[in-house]
């Protein structure tokens, strides 16, 4: 069964920075691009990064370029976000997906990040 | 980046009638990859349908996909209690990736 596991959220201050983890399990996350998706409270989605099989291509939504990065360790089946100078309006739920592709197949619960002072 | 429209906002409707669900793109989506995802309160979101009309393994085929260029549909044919729901299209073809705003499908 394929299961993902998010970790890491909580609440930091504004320009404060967090990393989030997530777990895979039931598959081989080297053989999948990855992503992450986020979701204020209330609101729609947003797609914020993908990362290649090897980790050789990342892409990101413009909100977050420079500011928070995309990382996998193959070997222990994680998918990383770190996140710095964070903002108010980064606060969300962050979902890791797996991909079918660039589409996100199979999705965590989601980890809750707040920013707030 | 390319910007998804969905209409209506909200769809109010009766279990057994059918929902049709639009979503317009601002520019071609590659090889017409558009997907769809329901997703319930306090819920991860389900992918339903991508490629605009490859439905996802263990989707019912109540839900169908349809749609090129820049107009997409997504149709379901008589809703289920369980349908309830907001709706999100998705185009996977150009990063950065982006999402529809939503449709919510509620019980009239």
């Known amino acids: 069964e394929v299961k993902l596991v998010e970790s890491g959220g909580g609440l930091v201050q504004p320009g404060g920075s967090l990393r989030l983890s997530c777990g895979a399990f039931?598959?081989?996350?080297?053989?999948?691009?990855m992503i992450w998706v986020r979701q204020a409270p209330g609101k729609g989605l947003e797609w914020v990064a993908i990362i290649k099989q090897d980790g050789s291509e990342k892409f990101y939504v413009d909100s977050v370029e420079g500011r928070f990065t995309i990382s996998r360790d193959n070997a222990k089946n994680l998918l990383f976000l770190q996140m710095s100078g964070l903002r108010a309006e980064d606060t969300a739920v962050y979902y890791c997906?797996?991909?079918?592709?660039?589409?996100?197949?199979?999705w965590g619960q989601g980890t809750l990040v707040t920013v707030s002072a | 980046e390319i910007v998804l429209t969905q209409s209506p906002g909200t769809l109010s409707l009766s279990p057994g009638e059918r929902a049709t669900l639009s979503c317009r793109a601002s520019?071609?989506?590659?090889?017409?990859?558009v997907a769809w995802y329901q997703q319930k309160p306090g819920r991860a979101p389900r992918l339903l349908i991508h490629?605009?009309?490859i439905r996802a393994t263990g989707i019912p085929d109540r839900f169908s996909g349809s749609g090129s260029g820049t107009d997409f549909t997504l149709t379901v044919s008589r809703l289920e209690p369980e349908d309830f729901a907001v709706y999100y299209c998705h185009q996977h073809a150009y990063a950065p990736l982006t999402f529809g705003g939503g449709t919510k499908v509620e019980m009239k």
């Open positions: 997906a797996r991909g079918a592709g660039w589409v996100s197949e199979y």
């Open positions: 520019q071609t989506v590659g090889k017409n990859y």
């Open positions: 039931g598959f081989t996350s080297s053989d999948y691009w």
């Open positions: 490629t605009a009309s």
